[in-house]
């Protein structure tokens, strides 16, 4: 029994040390500890869960932190996989997509990204109510997995990381300022021509 109980705890060390985690047994500890969240649509039930999720991880999200996270679009499509039209039941395909941005000093975008998830369930034609239902907890397993994934996401942002975003996001931004005031100089520099005048008949 003592054998068996260290040989237990001798692999969980080695696991750890490896990097595995159990699935809801790690922590969701992050490098960011305030975080701005925002989205099309404030009160969706994907940014609350996300909220929630990153309040009970320490991070501070409140309006003016370091970064903003921005839940830019979020959509869902459906499609029939298999249809069997004896029973009137039907397979059908859920996928919804999440795109984000990660924003940080002045506003500039540090990354844009998705996540997406996929899940199966079954529509009986017979049972309309009992479908419906199944449907409604499939959507509610996708939210708590798109969660999940952009916790991992926001898990392997290191400081030094962040810091790189920034500073490729600021040379961009001189970039793009340089270019724009090359243009107005162009601009004023290049002689308007005059309207051509029509002698009146």
Same mark, same amino acid.
């Given at each position: 029994? &003592?054998?068996?109980?260290?040989?237990?705890?001798?692999?969980?060390?080695?696991?750890?040390?490896?990097?595995?985690?159990?699935?809801?047994?790690?922590?969701?500890?992050?490098? &960011?500890?305030?975080?701005?969240?925002?989205?099309?649509?404030?009160?969706?039930?994907?940014?609350?869960?996300?909220?929630?999720?990153?309040?009970?991880?320490?991070?501070?999200?409140?309006?003016?932190?370091?970064?903003?996270?921005?839940?830019?679009?979020?959509?869902?499509?459906?499609?029939?996989?298999?249809?069997?039209?004896?029973?009137?039941?039907?397979?059908?395909?859920?996928? &919804?997509?999440?795109?984000?941005?990660?924003?940080?000093?002045?506003?500039?975008?540090?990354?844009?990204?998705?996540?997406?998830?996929?899940?199966?369930?079954?529509?009986?034609?017979?049972? &309309?109510?009992?479908?419906?239902? $199944?449907?409604?907890?499939?959507? $509610? $397993?996708?939210?708590?997995?798109?969660?999940?994934?952009?916790?991992?996401?926001?898990?392997?942002?290191?400081?030094?990381?962040?810091?790189?975003?920034?500073?490729?996001?600021?040379?961009?931004? $001189?970039?793009?300022?340089?270019?724009?005031?090359?243009?107005?100089?162009?601009?004023?520099?290049?002689?308007?021509?005059?309207?051509?005048?029509?002698?009146?008949?």
């Amino acid at each position: 029994m &003592i054998k068996r109980n260290l040989l237990v705890m001798g692999l969980a060390v080695l696991l750890s040390a490896c990097g595995f985690q159990l699935r809801g047994t790690g922590t969701n500890e992050l490098s &960011i500890k305030e975080l701005d969240l925002g989205a099309r649509n404030q009160y969706g039930p994907t940014v609350m869960q996300l909220r929630r999720t990153l309040e009970s991880s320490g991070v501070n999200v409140h309006a003016g932190a370091p970064y903003k996270l921005v839940l830019t679009n979020e959509q869902e499509n459906q499609r029939a996989a298999t249809y069997d039209g004896g029973s009137r039941s039907a397979e059908y395909e859920l996928t &919804i997509v999440l795109n984000y941005a990660l924003e940080g000093q002045n506003d500039t975008r540090l990354l844009e990204d998705k996540l997406q998830v996929q899940k199966y369930y079954i529509h009986d034609g017979n049972n &309309i109510n009992g479908s419906g239902q $199944e449907a409604n907890q499939v959507r $509610e $397993e996708m939210r708590r997995d798109l969660v999940q994934g952009m916790m991992a996401r926001l898990q392997q942002l290191t400081p030094e990381h962040l810091d790189e975003l920034q500073r490729k996001a600021n040379l961009r931004a $001189e970039a793009e300022a340089r270019a724009m005031q090359e243009a107005q100089r162009i601009q004023d520099e290049t002689p308007q021509q005059s309207p051509m005048e029509v002698p009146a008949p």
